[in-house]
């Protein structure tokens, strides 16, 4: 699959087949992830790959109430925990180098997305998952001092189709030279 089909075909998936997804499958995915572009090469994501059913409820229960993707972190066959190391991405010499502190989140993004795209490629569905008690899922998960829970996906086949949600035209998001000059 191209990659600009892989992301505009792309799609939240929040319902999942009971098919198991293959270890040489996870580690495709997960090279797709390892490949995304991060602070000064600083690579502080660290992703942990849960397929214990008893981890996959524990989890599921700390999202955010209401959140749609609580079944699928409980049903599909695996989900890929995203973590990071806190004080490397952003920092030059141990000393934030942005008004925008720790970098962590965006460099775990990148990943995600990687992640999300390799899996939408190879036939599988994720749903990108952050509305959840970050600090439970870390103790959970046994996650070591210095690094924090970022995201999670559900990964598996999917059981669904949804619908291609509309997009914003680029005429409304894109300016030129300065905010506001189209």
Wanted: with cysteine.
């Amino acid at each position: 699959m191209e990659v600009l089909e892989a992301i505009k075909t792309r799609r939240s998936i929040r319902k999942y087949k009971s098919t198991p997804v293959d270890d040489k499958t996870i580690e495709l995915i997960l090279e797709a992830a390892r490949w995304a572009p991060s602070w000064a090469n600083t690579q502080c994501w660290r992703f942990i790959v849960v397929r214990d059913a008893n981890i996959k409820v524990e989890l599921s229960d700390i999202l955010s109430a209401n959140n749609p993707a609580a079944i699928a972190i409980k049903e599909a066959p695996v989900v890929i925990v995203a973590c990071a190391e806190l004080g490397k991405s952003g920092y030059f010499h141990g000393e934030s180098a942005t008004d925008k502190g720790d970098w962590y989140m965006f460099d775990v993004a990148l990943a995600m997305q990687n992640l999300t795209l390799a899996a939408h490629s190879l036939g599988l569905g994720t749903v990108h998952v952050g509305a959840f008690d970050a600090k439970k899922a870390a103790s959970i998960l046994q996650v070591p001092e210095g690094f924090c829970v970022v995201s999670m996906t559900p990964l598996g086949y999917p059981d669904q189709e949804p619908s291609l949600r509309p997009r914003r035209e680029l005429s409304e998001i894109v300016f030129y030279d300065k905010y506001g000059v189209r």
